[in-house]
């Protein structure tokens, strides 16, 4: 054993987990991992704050796989994920490090995959369950006892969950769980909210906190570059040109913009696929399978749908549309560099972002230093680099093989080798521009000009002013206006869910909430209304400020 595999073994894991750690090359415990297993395995509550990317599942999976009892055929582990992909990927992480552990079940529960199989799962004795708190309610209004034998809980990416607004859920699972046991918290950050459940439902949690932004970001290239907004999807196919990369995850902000750019890739002939919330579960799944086994090389992807994705072929990251927030950033080019590895993450900047960009930097604690477009020579470059590289190995017996048939090919059309050669070089290449001419007609990149972003504001002052006509008012409610819309990726269970984490009120007192394009409208109580908004000052969803006041219609 390395002396790395022996800083694991004297943490006082389970011989059976410390065997499956070497089988997967774990080498040396990360700092969240160092500090979290003595506590999980000591037995006591725990809060740990620590980014994507620093190795927490590994921080509560090993210790809790160590103090599991194989011969119990019952739950004994819950973690709770606030998406299915990083409930699928815990669920794959504890079944590879209990793979030496005869007997141990682990059985994943989510929504949008039949009920059925994970029903037979849990009945056959799985003692750890992976579940989104959402599908977990499903199962518990069909068996309300189903969690008693359950002794430790782990809330994972805890901001998460509640920003995807699932405080309700956890509190119908809290009630389901017993009082006795132990409860380990992970969160990338400690707003009000998560530290209102810490009080409520730890004992005496120790605090294990990580400083990763810039650890995460360490061995990652960073790099931006400025583009007006219509002109990103020509900057990407242009970048692709250049960057030698084996995987790829390109991440925008809407749906819409997944399929488009994921169209506009394929269209070139990369190997894309666009990945969001509407897509069903199992094409997602064969989705990432497919970018782990090299059929994907690009998925496009909006931050949501990409959680929990950990794909070591991930080379590179591409910010086309600018993050929300800088945890958001950090979570994102996490998706790359992973174990050690090195990746490059790259951010699209248009003019009005530069002051998130200098927001990003001052969080991370990195400069993201400025590089430019490659230019037309650039691209002609990398596609003649390309083009050899296909041709080397097919040089040295080609004459011999093909030498005849050259020959042939001369006489039969009356032309040159050289005519030949090129005129087959234009099918290969399947009429790529390899001359300088062609590239820069091809790929103009011409500066758009101010006044576009000008017109963008003014569409946006238009969606301002949008005169659908709001749903009259119910008795004793007033409507308020937050400057939160589609735009901002926000859905009304993110309002939803923020307001009664934040504003302490029962879920009925909470009326229609209209999501609009460029803001959204809400229905609260009239009766201490001032009181409320001022509760809500400082509330924040999906990494920006609510801004919630009473809407006039005038």
């Known amino acids: 054993m390395t002396q790395e595999t022996g800083g694991f073994a004297a943490l006082g894991l389970h011989p059976a987990v410390l065997s499956a750690i070497s089988a997967v090359g774990y080498e040396e415990p990360s700092p969240i991992q160092a500090q979290s297993i003595p506590v999980i395995l000591g037995g006591h509550d725990m809060i740990g704050q620590a980014q994507t990317g620093t190795g927490k599942t590994a921080a509560f999976a090993l210790p809790l796989l160590s103090r599991l009892d194989p011969s119990r055929r019952e739950p004994q582990v819950l973690i709770l994920a606030p998406t299915r992909e990083l409930a699928l990927q815990v669920a794959t992480a504890f079944e590879t490090y209990s793979k030496q552990m005869p007997g141990v079940g682990v059985v994943a529960v989510y929504g949008g995959a039949p009920m059925g199989p994970q029903l037979k799962a849990l009945r056959q004795g799985a003692q750890i369950l992976v579940a989104t708190p959402g599908r977990l309610c499903d199962h518990l209004r069909r068996d309300e006892k189903m969690l008693s034998t359950v002794q430790h809980l782990v809330l994972d990416e805890a901001d998460e969950m509640l920003k995807l607004g699932f405080m309700d859920d956890l509190e119908v699972i809290f009630q389901a769980l017993p009082e006795e046991r132990q409860t380990v918290l992970f969160s990338a950050t400690l707003p009000h909210s998560i530290r209102a459940i810490a009080e409520k439902h730890l004992r005496n949690p120790q605090h294990v906190k990580i400083a990763a932004k810039t650890q995460t970001v360490a061995r990652i290239e960073q790099a931006h570059l400025m583009v007006h907004a219509d002109q990103k999807t020509a ?64 998925v496009v992807a909006t931050d949501v749908a990409a959680r929990g994705i950990d794909v070591p072929r991930i080379t590179h990251v591409f910010n086309v549309d600018m993050p929300y927030d ?118 103009p990149l ?81 009766e201490g209304l001032d009181r409320l908004l001022g509760k809500l000052k400082d509330t924040r969803v999906a990494g920006k400020q609510l801004k919630l006041r009473r809407y006039r219609e005038d």
């Open 235 to 298: 900057a990407v196919l242009r970048l692709l040109e250049v960057e030698e990369f084996d995987a790829l995850i390109a991440f925008v902000r809407t749906k819409q913009a997944t399929l488009d750019l994921a169209s506009a890739l394929e269209a070139k002939g990369y190997k894309a696929a666009a990945l969001n919330g509407d897509i069903a579960q199992n094409q997602r799944e064969r989705v990432i399978d497919s970018l782990k086994d090299g059929r994907l090389d690009i």
């Open 446 to 526: 011409v500066p758009s000009a101010a006044p576009r972003e000008r017109s963008e504001r003014s569409g946006e002052r238009g969606e301002y002013r949008e005169r659908r006509a709001p749903m009259p008012l119910a008795e004793g409610r007033a409507r308020c206006r937050t400057s939160l819309g589609a735009r901002d990726g926000i859905a009304a269970k993110n309002l939803l869910g923020a307001i009664l984490n934040e504003g302490g009120l029962a879920r009925e007192a909470i009326g229609r909430i209209q999501i609009r394009e460029t803001f959204s409208l809400i229905e609260l109580p009239e």
């Open 326 to 443: 800088p945890e958001s950033y950090v979570h994102r080019i996490g998706r790359t560099g992973r174990a050690g590895r090195d990746g490059r993450a790259l951010l699209l900047v248009t003019p009005r972002e530069r002051r998130m960009l200098q927001v990003i930097e001052r969080v991370t604690g990195q400069k993201v230093a400025e590089v430019r477009l490659p230019n037309a020579q650039q691209v002609l470059d990398a596609r003649i680099k390309k083009l050899t590289a296909s041709l080397v190995p097919l040089v040295a017996d080609a004459e011999e093989t093909h030498g005849e048939l050259l020959d042939r090919l001369i006489s039969d059309i009356g032309c040159s080798p050289r005519a030949l050669a090129a005129a087959l070089l234009r099918k290969a290449t399947h009429g790529q521009a390899l001359n300088l001419a062609e590239v820069e007609r091809e790929q």
